[in-house]
C-alpha cells in the first residue's frame, strides 16, 4: 500500500474518533442545556461511517461481500470513497490512488478489464488484447515470436476470450481433426499451442494419427509381412515431426564389411523401410 494511502486510512481513523467524540458532547449538552438543541442538530450530521452505506447502497455491499476479495478485506468502502454527495461530489477514486509501481497499473483504463470496482476479480476480456497480458506473462509472446505461425498474428484474448484465465479448447476453431477420434490432448501430445508448427510426440502415438496425412507410407507398411509393420511410425521418426532415422540407429551394421563396401546403402537390397522389399 502506498504512503499517501496509510495516511489516508489514519485519517479516516481520526476523523472517526472526532465524530464519536462530538457525537457524545453533543447528546449530553442537549440534555444539560435544551438552549443547545439548534447547535445539537448540527452536530448530529456525523460524517458517514463504513456501516452507513448498506442503509442506502444495496448492490456495492452486495458485490464486495460475495466477492470484494481484497477490496473487501484490506480496505473499507470509505478508503475508496472519501465523502460523500452533495458536500462531496467527486468521490469515486482513481485506481491510481493506490495501485502504483508495476507496469500493469501504468495501463490505460482499469476498468476495461476489472469492469465492477467492488469485484476486482471478476474479469473480463475484450476482443484483441494482447499488449496488456505481456505487463505480466511474457513467455508465451517470446515462443509465438519465436516460431513464427498463423497463431503469431492472434491476439491471446483471441484465445483466452472473455473470462480470465479462460483456455479454449482447439475444436472452438478448429472443427475438422486430423482423425475424426482425436481428442484435445490428443491435439496437446503433438503440438504446443504458442508454436503449433514445432510438431514433437512421444514414442507410443498411434501410427493412424499419421496416417490421417501419410497414407501411403501407413499402407505400405501395415501391409508388409516385414517386422517393421509391428513398429510404430513414432518410434522410428522419433520425437520430431520431419526427423529421418538412420537403419544404422537400430541396426548397426549387421552385415560383413566387405558386402557393405560393394553396397554402401541397406536400401540396394532392402527397398524402403516401410516394406522391405515386400513382394
Ligand atoms: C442516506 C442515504 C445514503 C447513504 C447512507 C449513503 N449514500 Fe451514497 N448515495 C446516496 C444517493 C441518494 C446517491 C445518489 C444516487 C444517484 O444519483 O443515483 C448516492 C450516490 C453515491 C455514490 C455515487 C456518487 C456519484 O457521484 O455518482 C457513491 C460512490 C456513494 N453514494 C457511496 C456511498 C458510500 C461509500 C456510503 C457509505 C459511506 C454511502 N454512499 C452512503 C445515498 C446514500
Ligand atoms: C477499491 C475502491 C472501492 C471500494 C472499496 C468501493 N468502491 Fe464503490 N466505486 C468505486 C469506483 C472506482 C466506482 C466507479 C465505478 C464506475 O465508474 O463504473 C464506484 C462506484 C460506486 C457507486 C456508484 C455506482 C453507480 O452505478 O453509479 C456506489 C453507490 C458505490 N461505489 C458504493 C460503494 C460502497 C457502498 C462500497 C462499500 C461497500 C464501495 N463502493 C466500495 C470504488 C470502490
Ligand atoms: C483506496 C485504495 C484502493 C483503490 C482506490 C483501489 N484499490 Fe485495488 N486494492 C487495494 C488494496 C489495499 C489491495 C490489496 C493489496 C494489494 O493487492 O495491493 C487491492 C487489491 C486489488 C486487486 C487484487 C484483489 C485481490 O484480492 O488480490 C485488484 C484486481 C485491484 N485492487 C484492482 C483495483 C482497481 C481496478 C482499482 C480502480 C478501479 C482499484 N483497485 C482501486 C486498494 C485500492
Ligand atoms: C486488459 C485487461 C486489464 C487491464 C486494462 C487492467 N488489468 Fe489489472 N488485471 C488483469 C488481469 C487478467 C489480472 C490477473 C488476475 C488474476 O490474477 O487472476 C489483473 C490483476 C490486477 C491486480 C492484482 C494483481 C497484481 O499484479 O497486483 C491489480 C491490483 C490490478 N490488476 C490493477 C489494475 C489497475 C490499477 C489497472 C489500470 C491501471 C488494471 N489493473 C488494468 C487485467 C487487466
Ligand atoms: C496482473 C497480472 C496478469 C495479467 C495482466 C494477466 N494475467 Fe493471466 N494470469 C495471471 C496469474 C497470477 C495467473 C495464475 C493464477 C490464475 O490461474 O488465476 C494467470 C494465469 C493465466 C492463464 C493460465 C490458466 C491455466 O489454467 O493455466 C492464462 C491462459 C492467462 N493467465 C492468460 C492471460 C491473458 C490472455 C491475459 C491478457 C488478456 C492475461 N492472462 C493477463 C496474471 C495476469
Ligand atoms: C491460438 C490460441 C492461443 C493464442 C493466440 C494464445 N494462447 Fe495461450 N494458451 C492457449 C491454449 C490452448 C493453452 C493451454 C495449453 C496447454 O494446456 O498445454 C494456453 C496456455 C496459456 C497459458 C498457461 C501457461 C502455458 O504457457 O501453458 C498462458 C499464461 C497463456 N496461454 C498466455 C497467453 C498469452 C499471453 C498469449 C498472447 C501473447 C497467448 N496465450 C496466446 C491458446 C492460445
Ligand atoms: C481462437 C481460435 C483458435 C484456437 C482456439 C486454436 N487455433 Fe489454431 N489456428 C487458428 C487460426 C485462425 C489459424 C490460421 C488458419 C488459417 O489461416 O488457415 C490457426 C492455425 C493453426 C495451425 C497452422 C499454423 C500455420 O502457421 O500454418 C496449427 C498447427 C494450429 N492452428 C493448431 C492449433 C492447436 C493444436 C490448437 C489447440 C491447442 C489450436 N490451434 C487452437 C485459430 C485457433
Ligand atoms: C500425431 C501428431 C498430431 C496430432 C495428434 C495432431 N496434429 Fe495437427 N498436425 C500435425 C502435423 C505433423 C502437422 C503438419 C505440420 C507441418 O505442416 O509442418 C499438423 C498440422 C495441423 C494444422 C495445420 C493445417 C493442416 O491441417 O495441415 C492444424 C490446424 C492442426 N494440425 C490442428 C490439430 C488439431 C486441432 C489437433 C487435435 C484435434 C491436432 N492437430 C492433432 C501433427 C498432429
Ligand atoms: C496434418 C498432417 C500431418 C500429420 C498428422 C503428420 N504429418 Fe508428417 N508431414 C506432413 C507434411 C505436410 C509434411 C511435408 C511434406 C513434404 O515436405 O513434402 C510431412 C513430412 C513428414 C516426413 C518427411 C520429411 C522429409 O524430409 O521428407 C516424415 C518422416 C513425417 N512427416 C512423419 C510423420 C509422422 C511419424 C507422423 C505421426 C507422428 C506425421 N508425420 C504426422 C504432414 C503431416
Ligand atoms: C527405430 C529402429 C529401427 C530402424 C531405424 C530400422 N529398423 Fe529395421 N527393425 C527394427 C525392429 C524393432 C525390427 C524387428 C526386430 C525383431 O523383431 O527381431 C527390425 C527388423 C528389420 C529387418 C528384419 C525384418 C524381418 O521381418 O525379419 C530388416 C531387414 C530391417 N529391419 C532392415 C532395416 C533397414 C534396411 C532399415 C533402414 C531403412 C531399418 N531396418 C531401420 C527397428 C528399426
Ligand atoms: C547386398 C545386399 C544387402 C545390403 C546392402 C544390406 N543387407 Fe541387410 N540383409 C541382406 C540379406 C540378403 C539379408 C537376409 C535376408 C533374409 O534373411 O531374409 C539381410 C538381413 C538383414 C537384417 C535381418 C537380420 C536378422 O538377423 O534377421 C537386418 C536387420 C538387416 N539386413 C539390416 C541391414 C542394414 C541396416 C543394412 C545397411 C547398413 C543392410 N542390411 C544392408 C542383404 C543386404
Ligand atoms: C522401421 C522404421 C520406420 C517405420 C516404422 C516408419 N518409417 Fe517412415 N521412414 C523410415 C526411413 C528409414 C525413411 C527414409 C527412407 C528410407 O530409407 O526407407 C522413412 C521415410 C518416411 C517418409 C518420407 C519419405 C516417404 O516415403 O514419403 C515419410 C513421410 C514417412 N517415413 C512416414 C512414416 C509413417 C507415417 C510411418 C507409420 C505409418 C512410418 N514412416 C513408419 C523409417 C520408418
Request: with cysteine; hydrophobic share 25%; net charge positive.
Amino acid at each position: 500500500m502506498k504512503r499517501s494511502m496509510k495516511t489516508f486510512i489514519a485519517l479516516v481513523y481520526l476523523i472517526g474518533a472526532a465524530a464519536l467524540l462530538t457525537a457524545f458532547t453533543g447528546v449530553s449538552n442537549a440534555a444539560s442545556s435544551p438552549s443547545k438543541t439548534e447547535e445539537s442538530n448540527i452536530i448530529s450530521a456525523t460524517p458517514l461511517g463504513k456501516d452507513d452505506c448498506l442503509k442506502c447502497h444495496d448492490k456495492e455491499p452486495r458485490d464486495i461481500s460475495l466477492d470484494g476479495q481484497k477490496h473487501k478485506t484490506a480496505i473499507t468502502c470509505l478508503d475508496c470513497h472519501e465523502g460523500h454527495r452533495p458536500r462531496s461530489p467527486k468521490n469515486i477514486p482513481e485506481c491510481s490512488n493506490c495501485h502504483t509501481g508495476k507496469p500493469h497499473y501504468e495501463l490505460q483504463g482499469c476498468l476495461r478489464c476489472h469492469n465492477n470496482p467492488h469485484t476486482p476479480l471478476v474479469i473480463s476480456i475484450a476482443e484483441n488484447v494482447t499488449d496488456a497480458c505481456l505487463t505480466c506473462h511474457t513467455e508465451q509472446m517470446a515462443q509465438l515470436q519465436q516460431n513464427e505461425s498463423k497463431h503469431t498474428k492472434l491476439s491471446c484474448s483471441k484465445c483466452h476470450r472473455e473470462k480470465h484465465p479462460y483456455v479454449p479448447e482447439c475444436r472452438e476453431c478448429h472443427t475438422t481433426p486430423h482423425t475424426p477420434t482425436m481428442t484435445n490432448k490428443d491435439c496437446l501430445s503433438c503440438h504446443q499451442v504458442h508454436k503449433p508448427l514445432a510438431v514433437t510426440y512421444s514414442d507410443d502415438t498411434p501410427s493412424t494419427s499419421c496416417a490421417a496425412c501419410h497414407d501411403t507410407a501407413y499402407n505400405l507398411l501395415v501391409a508388409s509381412k516385414y517386422k517393421h509393420s509391428k513398429v510404430a511410425c513414432a518410434a522410428c521418426h522419433k520425437a520430431k515431426h520431419k526427423m529421418i532415422p538412420l537403419c544404422q540407429d537400430c541396426h548397426g551394421i549387421p552385415h560383413p564389411s566387405k558386402m557393405m563396401a560393394k553396397f554402401p546403402e541397406c536400401g540396394q537390397c532392402h527397398g524402403i523401410a516401410h516394406d522391405l522389399n515386400n513382394k
